[in-house]
């Protein structure tokens, strides 16, 4: 990662102009994630320094994943602009566009920070309004809504990309109606979100839907809404493309699977159709003649695949790299397998005592065994170890202490 000092009117370091940002509520930090925009950058800041009254202290601050010449441009750009202008440069692209707004937050030190997009169908005149009714209505977050008088979707280009997003909404607010209650466009990339409502830590981004992620797991109070017209994009290429479709809607399966219950509910609901393939393959080697017992112990592996597969992909994607995925492999696996100890004796019970048929003894005997299997898999599989924990937080702590001797006590420059 790299950093471009700040350039315009002041520094961000510049005592003066902090203390100021600090003391004023209604100072702002405008924090636009970019990615290939060098042709729209000197325009978006002649906008912006158009829209941003004097009296508004304000700082802007790119959070860049470019392979183009987008920081140069940000540098030169950034000498006629009256407030001051920042640049991270990211090499790694993490968390994409969502990553990028989370590292700008990290850095931001205003009281509100305003996120919108680099090519300016996020109209730079509303960055004031949105402060303002955020004031005005003692709310911690404002959303740019596409969705309420006044406001328009007009920039979207065609039916389909117009259809693809309100399924987007329909479907989000559907999964969260309390959180997102009183948010009408909730995939809304241009909002302002108080600082002191987010807590940076908590935030797991994935893709591009940053507000989604920063209303489920930071929710703020008081939400407000202002209307926005949509514009059409003022040079290069539209980011939207079918991949950022599925990391939104694994996204969406993540937040959703946040909660202990929400997790086990899903865990159980992929264990449901791994009976599928268990009970196929018990069904096939019972009726070539092989002994039940032993056709449940092959079974199973089936039926442990299947489940390993849609866990890893839907359910613990984000903690899969706590360990190695043989060692993932391995322990879920052996997890999987070891109930068969206390399944196969409850299915031989149900089998000799009661007169069970073989199949339905073995949807029994899993059903039993389900809640040690979710505890056992979450634990033993998924779980960090209390090592790597500790070293992050030494990490981490060594890291802060280094920005703040780099940034001579200003750590939003050392970023």
Same mark, same amino acid.
């Given at each position: 990662?790299?950093?471009?000092?700040?350039?315009?009117?002041?520094?961000?370091?510049?005592?003066?102009?902090?203390?100021?940002?600090?003391?004023?509520?209604?100072?702002?930090?405008?924090?636009?994630?970019?990615?290939?925009?060098?042709?729209?950058?000197?325009?978006?800041?002649? +906008?912006?320094? /158009?829209?941003?009254?004097?009296?508004?202290?304000?700082?802007?601050?790119?959070?860049?994943? $470019?392979?183009?010449?987008?920081?140069?441009?940000?540098?030169? =750009? =950034?000498?006629?602009?009256?407030?001051?202008?920042?640049?991270?440069?990211?090499?790694?692209?993490?968390?994409?566009?969502?990553? =990028?707004?989370?590292?700008?937050?990290?850095?931001?030190?205003?009281?509100?920070?305003? %996120?919108?997009?680099?090519?300016? +169908? *996020?109209?730079?005149?509303? &960055?004031?309004?949105? %402060?303002? =009714?955020?004031?005005?209505? $003692?709310?911690?977050?404002?959303?740019?809504?596409?969705?309420?008088?006044?406001?328009?979707?007009?920039?979207?280009?065609?039916?389909?990309?117009?259809?693809?997003?309100?399924?987007?909404?329909?479907?989000?607010?559907?999964?969260?109606?309390?959180?997102?209650?009183?948010?009408?466009?909730?995939?809304?990339?241009?909002?302002?979100?108080?600082? $002191?409502?987010?807590? $940076?830590?908590?935030?797991?981004?994935?893709?591009?839907?940053?507000?989604?992620?920063?209303?489920?797991?930071?929710?703020?109070?008081?939400?407000?809404? &202002?209307?926005?017209?949509?514009? /059409?994009?003022?040079?290069?290429?539209?980011?939207?493309?079918?991949?950022?479709?599925?990391?939104?809607?694994?996204?969406?399966?993540?937040?959703?699977?946040?909660?202990?219950?929400?997790?086990?509910?899903?865990?159980?609901?992929?264990?449901?159709?791994?009976? &599928?393939?268990?009970?196929?393959?018990?069904?096939?080697?019972?009726?070539?003649?092989? *002994?039940?017992?032993?056709?449940?112990?092959?079974?199973? +592996?089936?039926?442990?695949?299947?489940?390993?597969?849609?866990?890893?992909?839907?359910?613990?994607?984000?903690?899969?790299?706590?360990?190695?995925?043989?060692?993932? %492999?391995?322990?879920?696996?052996?997890?999987?397998?070891?109930?068969?100890?206390?399944?196969?004796?409850?299915?031989?019970?149900?089998?000799?005592?009661?007169?069970?048929?073989?199949?339905?003894?073995?949807?029994?005997?899993?059903?039993?065994?389900?809640?040690?299997?979710?505890?056992?898999?979450?634990?033993?599989?998924?779980?960090?170890?209390?090592?790597?924990?500790?070293?992050?937080?030494?990490?981490?702590? %060594?890291?802060?202490?280094?920005?703040? &001797?780099?940034?001579?006590?200003?750590?939003?420059?050392?970023?």
């Amino acid at each position: 990662m790299s950093i471009l000092p700040p350039t315009g009117a002041g520094e961000l370091g510049d005592p003066e102009l902090e203390a100021t940002a600090v003391a004023e509520p209604g100072a702002v930090t405008v924090i636009i994630p970019t990615f290939n925009e060098s042709g729209n950058i000197r325009e978006l800041l002649r +906008q912006l320094t /158009d829209a941003v009254p004097a009296r508004l202290p304000c700082e802007v601050l790119f959070v860049d994943d $470019s392979t183009d010449d987008t920081p140069e441009v940000i540098a030169a =750009a =950034a000498q006629d602009c009256p407030f001051p202008v920042g640049v991270i440069h990211r090499d790694t692209p993490e968390g994409g566009l969502g990553g =990028a707004v989370v590292e700008g937050l990290k850095a931001a030190g205003s009281d509100w920070v305003v %996120v919108m997009d680099g090519d300016l +169908q *996020h109209p730079p005149a509303l &960055v004031p309004d949105l %402060v303002a =009714a955020g004031e005005r209505e $003692s709310a911690d977050l404002v959303v740019a809504s596409r969705y309420i008088d006044g406001g328009s979707r007009a920039g979207l280009a065609g039916g389909y990309r117009v259809a693809v997003s309100r399924a987007a909404t329909w479907l989000t607010k559907g999964v969260f109606p309390g959180r997102l209650r009183g948010i009408s466009d909730p995939m809304s990339g241009f909002f302002a979100i108080r600082r $002191s409502a987010v807590t $940076s830590e908590a935030l797991r981004p994935l893709g591009y839907k940053i507000l989604l992620e920063l209303a489920v797991r930071c929710r703020p109070e008081q939400p407000a809404e &202002v209307p926005f017209v949509f514009r /059409d994009r003022f040079a290069g290429e539209s980011k939207s493309t079918a991949k950022e479709g599925l990391r939104f809607l694994r996204h969406l399966v993540e937040l959703r699977t946040a909660a202990p219950l929400a997790r086990m509910i899903v865990f159980g609901l992929i264990g449901l159709s791994g009976f &599928v393939p268990n009970l196929l393959a018990l069904s096939g080697l019972t009726a070539a003649g092989l *002994h039940y017992l032993p056709a449940e112990v092959l079974a199973n +592996q089936f039926g442990v695949a299947w489940n390993f597969v849609l866990i890893e992909t839907l359910l613990f994607r984000s903690r899969r790299a706590h360990r190695h995925w043989a060692d993932r %492999v391995g322990r879920f696996a052996l997890l999987a397998n070891a109930d068969l100890l206390l399944r196969i004796p409850l299915i031989a019970l149900f089998v000799s005592r009661f007169g069970t048929g073989v199949l339905p003894a073995t949807a029994m005997a899993l059903l039993a065994t389900f809640v040690l299997r979710f505890a056992g898999t979450e634990a033993l599989v998924y779980l960090p170890k209390r090592r790597r924990r500790e070293d992050r937080s030494r990490a981490r702590a %060594v890291v802060l202490a280094e920005r703040r &001797v780099a940034g001579g006590g200003t750590e939003r420059v050392s970023r």
